[in-house]
């Protein structure tokens, strides 16, 4: 008795994982032809300059508009994108579109994008994002490249001479979802980041947890002390705002700004805070 529920058991677990194998590879094709057909979109996001509340630039954040099944997030697609090694392709794609968009903004306005850990692995990763600034005539101060922490785990020494090309050209990096990860804080004086990205679950228990308060203060004064600006993701009300601008974070971003939204719908009529300009 027991013998035959073990093997309706494994019955029932088999059909469950083919099931899913199944989809996983519908997707994948789907996700190799969306590539191709150009059904990928990428949306902007702003961040705000917390000490005057000018927009200072907007994250690219790519999304598939998928024939049925519509406006798929990235959450649902880029680890897949990441196992089948198709974010080479869609993150060149994200990178050259959001280097053209922005080439078009005006010029105080900057432009974030995401780099998957898996696209450092490619030998030609330098020459694709100095190819996408050449072609798009976007000046390499207005770039920045978001890396999550893996980055620095895996092939240190590489992604650190890596890191420092960018640097050179005057390519910002951001360490996108600070805290997240397991990397220790020796890794931030180890790499040349101009800017940290606190992740958004920090935020959120804000304003009824001091202790994220604490957090966020030590996070801000070892970024001070290394020479680095903070950015808080995930900001969606202004007492959020007010409390984080308190604690000297230096970036906003979040919904109380901006949704991510089509290039067309972005408002670029925003005037652009003056001392940028006068730095450009
Ligand atoms: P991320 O880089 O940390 O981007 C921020 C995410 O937080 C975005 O989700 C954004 O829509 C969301 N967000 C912004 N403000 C708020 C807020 O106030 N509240 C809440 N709850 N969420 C907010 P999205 O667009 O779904 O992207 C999810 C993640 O997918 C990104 O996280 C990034 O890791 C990845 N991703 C997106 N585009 C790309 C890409 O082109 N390449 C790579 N490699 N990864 C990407
Ligand atoms: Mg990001
Ligand atoms: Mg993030
Ligand atoms: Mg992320």
């Known amino acids: 008795r027991s013998k035959s529920a073990g093997r309706n058991c494994f019955t029932i677990y088999d059909e469950a994982m083919s099931a899913e194998l199944e989809a996983r590879n519908t997707l994948e094709g789907d996700l190799r032809d969306a590539i191709a057909r150009c059904q990928l979109e990428v949306h902007y996001q702003p961040f705000m300059d917390a000490n005057n509340g000018a927009r200072r630039g907007f994250e690219a954040l790519v999304r598939w508009?998928?024939?049925?099944?519509?406006?798929?997030?990235?959450?649902?697609?880029?680890?897949?994108?990441?196992?089948t090694g198709l974010?080479?392709?869609l993150g060149e794609f994200v990178l050259r579109r959001a280097c053209a968009d922005a080439a078009t903004w005006p010029s105080g306005l900057m432009v974030a994008v995401n780099l998957s850990p898996i696209q450092f692995k490619e030998a030609d990763l330098f020459d694709v994002i100095c190819a996408a600034l050449r072609d798009s005539g976007l000046a390499p101060h207005r770039l920045e490249i978001e890396i999550t922490e893996s980055v620095l785990l895996e092939r240190g020494a590489e992604n650190h001479a890596f890191m420092e090309r960018l640097k050179h050209l005057g390519i910002e990096l951001a360490l996108d979802d600070f805290g997240t990860g397991y990397s220790?804080?020796?890794?931030?004086?180890?790499?040349?980041?101009?800017?940290?990205?606190?992740?958004?679950?920090?935020?959120?228990?804000?304003?009824?947890q001091?202790?994220?308060?604490a957090i966020i203060s030590s996070i801000v004064t070892?970024?001070?002390?290394?020479d680095m600006s903070v950015t808080a993701e995930g900001v969606e009300t202004s007492e959020e705002y007010e409390r984080l601008k308190a604690l000297g974070i230096n970036f906003a971003q979040g919904y109380l700004f901006g949704r991510p939204q089509p290039v067309g719908q972005i408002d670029l009529d925003e005037p652009v805070q003056s001392s940028q300009r006068d730095a450009a």
């Open 65 to 83: 508009r998928h024939p049925a099944r519509g406006l798929i997030p990235p959450d649902q697609f880029i680890a897949l994108a990441e196992e």
């Open 87 to 89: 974010i080479v392709p």
């Open 184 to 208: 220790s804080l020796s890794y931030l004086t180890a790499f040349p980041f101009d800017k940290i990205k606190i992740d958004k679950s920090f935020i959120r228990n804000l304003t009824h």
């Open 210 to 213: 001091p202790r994220s308060s």
């Open 222 to 226: 070892l970024a001070r002390g290394l």
